[in-house]
Structures are given as C-alpha cells and as structure tokens.
C-alpha cells in the first residue's frame, strides 16, 4: 500500500482551523498564516504540519476523516 502519513491530534486540530475541504487550499492557508504567528511552537506545528501534507497525494488526504477527531479522541 501507499506510505499513510499520520497526523497527530495538534495536526489534526491545525488543519482543520484552516481549510480541511481540500489539500492545496489548506497548505495555502497555512504557509500564508505563519509569518503572521507570534508563538514559536504553533509556528513550529504549522512547518512540521506542512512537510507531512507537501509528501502526500490529494487522494491521500481527501481519505482523512477528520469529523473522528472532532466526537472522540480517545477512540482510537
């Protein structure tokens, strides 16, 4: 099968203040808000955020299901 990049939850959570409907509208939106970020380890967050979905396909990131992450965490 294909590499399965795996957000975490703080990824999760970026990613969806941002625009979760599409990957190239989200990598926009996240690139375009970082030089406005004052704190250091969200800005981090946002870099890290970016590589995993910069290596991913649109296919692939159109198969997360980020609704799982807003009903329960704990449910792995």
């Known amino acids: 099968g294909g590499i399965a990049i795996m957000f975490t939850v703080e990824e999760m959570n970026l990613i969806q203040t ?3 409907t ?8 996240i690139k375009t808000s970082i030089p406005n ?12 955020t970016l590589k995993k979905m910069s290596a991913m ?3 692939d990131f159109d198969a997360i299901d980020f609704t799982v992450y807003e ?3 704990e449910n792995e």
């Open 57 to 59: 396909t649109d296919a």
């Open 22 to 29: 599409c990957r190239r509208m989200a990598i926009f939106d």
């Open 18 to 20: 941002m625009n979760p």
């Open 71 to 73: 009903e329960d965490e």
């Open 37 to 48: 970020i004052e704190d250091h380890e969200l800005k981090e967050l946002c870099e890290k």
